[in-house]
T-cell receptor, first 111, second 115 residues
Framework: DAKTTQPPSMDCAEGRAANLPCNHS???????VYWYRQIHSQGPQYIIH???NNETNEMASLIITEDRKSSTLILPHATLRDTAVYYC????????????FGKGTKLSVKP | EAEVAQSPRYKITEKSQAVAFWCDPI?????LYWYRQILGQGPELLVQ????????DSQLPKDRFSAERLKGVDSTLKIQPAELGDSAMYLC?????????????FGPGTRLTVL
């Protein structure tokens, strides 16, 4: 079973920041937080991952709370093309095997 | 940019028929995954290969599903006979190896409809 909890859906206005929360209260010390997204009719796409420090790349920023029990994915300037299902996944870094997806958050970016 | 290829993109079949899906991973990727995604749910692993060997098929319904990766490159997933409940998106993914710090790259999927 997925070890994360996400809201089923969120709306965001185009050009505004989209902040997607994820709860992972049972995360272990050696587990990282990964984010993937899935645009309609496509396969999932990796976005970002982190352990405890905030991370930023060309797609998004990941903010992890100090106690690591929750995190927020930030899309700084959401566009219509960011409309997708966003999945938060916890996983031991270097572990073997598949990704365990929950139901994710359906983000709708509106004009 | 290298991509995972899958075919067909869409397949409609009648129950009790056989279907097969093909996946060509990114060149050099040793690990290949097949996931099944039911509408409204996240993908779930069916089978994982490391080169030509199956390393996890615990969720594969072996009475009707089979998967192979004979030369450790491309892979085929087969269902025989198909059932109505098999209607889903079948996703293939690959990574350099199975360690979690290696990004998994997903193909576009095959949408199966069983009538």
């Amino acid at each position: 079973d997925a070890k994360t909890t996400q809201p089923p859906s969120m709306d965001c206005a185009e050009g505004r920041a989209a902040n997607l929360p994820c709860n992972h209260s049972t995360i272990s010390g050696n587990e990282y937080v990964y984010w993937y997204r899935q645009i309609h009719s496509q396969g999932p796409q990796y976005i970002i991952h982190g352990l405890k420090n905030n991370e930023t790349n060309e797609m998004a920023s990941l903010i992890i709370t100090e106690d690591r029990k929750s995190s927020t994915l930030i899309l700084p300037h959401a566009t219509l093309r960011d409309t997708a299902v966003y999945y938060c996944i916890v996983r031991v870094y270097g572990s073997q095997g598949n990704l365990i997806f929950g139901k994710g958050t359906k983000l709708s970016v509106k004009p | 940019e290298a991509e995972v290829a899958q075919s067909p993109r869409y397949k409609i079949t009648e129950k009790s028929q056989a279907v097969a899906f093909w996946c060509d991973p990114i060149s050099g990727h040793a690990t290949l995954y097949w996931y099944r995604q039911i509408l409204g749910q996240g993908p779930e692993l069916l089978v994982q290969f490391q080169d030509e060997s199956v390393v996890d098929d615990s969720q594969l319904p072996k009475d009707r599903f089979s998967a192979e990766r004979l030369k450790g490159v491309d892979s085929t997933l087969k269902i025989q006979p198909a059932e109505l409940g098999d209607s889903a998106m079948y996703l293939c993914a690959s990574s350099l190896d199975s360690a979690s710090y290696n990004e998994q790259f997903f193909g576009p999927g095959t949408r199966l409809t069983v009538l």
